[in-house]
């Protein structure tokens, strides 16, 4: 069974950072690319970056490109996203998901405010 | 960016009776190797999203069949059969043929 737990939200300062990580189980880990989706409180949902199995491709929403970086970790079954310079619009729940979003996470929540 | 157009944005349904929501894209989603990825989620009140269908029309495992997905090119429908209580959500279309990735707005299946 796919299983996939976000950690590493919490509340931020603008233009502070903050580094998400994703746990991931249940599958061959370094075979499937992965995914960080995001939800602002009440709204639809907003695909952030995406990264390949190996971790030599990545993709970026220009709303986050140059802001923000996926990476992980194939030896420890982890996902991460840096988040840099964070504005109160980032605020949102962020998803974890496998491959085209077959499985997502519970989410982490991440707001921005001073 | 591909823009995804959902309707209705809200959808009152009758339990046992069918419902059906539109997904148009701004452009042609087949890609090059012949498939077309779209996909539809549903988002269940205050739970994570479940993918229900992948690639237009097939059904994840676990998913009733009264759940399907049709169409081609840019038009595109989820259907549900015959509504159950346990389909209230909100309910989103996905494109992942060109990047970014996006999504529709999200149509609201409440029971009337």
């Known amino acids: 069974e796919v299983q996939l737990l976000e950690s590493g939200g919490g509340l931020v300062q603008p233009g502070g950072s903050l580094r998400l990580s994703c746990a991931a189980s249940g599958f061959t880990f370094s075979s499937y690319a992965l995914s960080w989706v995001r939800q602002a409180p009440g709204k639809g949902l907003e695909w952030v970056s995406t990264i390949s199995s190996s971790g030599g491709g990545t993709n970026y929403a220009d709303s986050v490109k140059g802001r923000f970086t996926i990476s992980r970790d194939n030896s420890k079954n982890m996902l991460y996203l840096q988040m840099n310079s964070l504005r109160a619009e980032d605020t949102a729940l962020y998803y974890c998901a496998y491959r085209y979003c077959d499985y997502w996470g519970q989410g982490t929540l991440v707001t921005v405010s001073s | ?112």
Not at chain 2, 77 to 94: F, N, P
Request: glycine share 10%; with cysteine; hydrophobic share 30%.
């Open chain 2, 1 to 112: 960016d591909v823009v995804m157009t959902q309707s209705p944005l809200s959808l009152p349904v009758t339990l046992g009776q069918p419902a059906s929501i539109s997904c148009r894209s701004s452009q042609s989603l087949v890609y090059s190797d012949g498939n077309t990825y779209l996909n539809w989620f549903q988002q269940r009140p205050g739970q994570s999203p479940r993918r229900l269908i992948y690639k237009v029309s097939n059904r994840d495992s676990g998913v009733p069949d009264r759940f399907s997905g049709s169409g081609s090119g840019t038009d595109f429908t989820l259907k549900i059969s015959r509504v159950e209580a346990e389909d209230v959500g909100v309910y989103y279309c996905m494109q992942g043929t060109h990047w970014p990735w996006t999504f529709g707005q999200g149509t609201k299946v409440e029971i009337k």
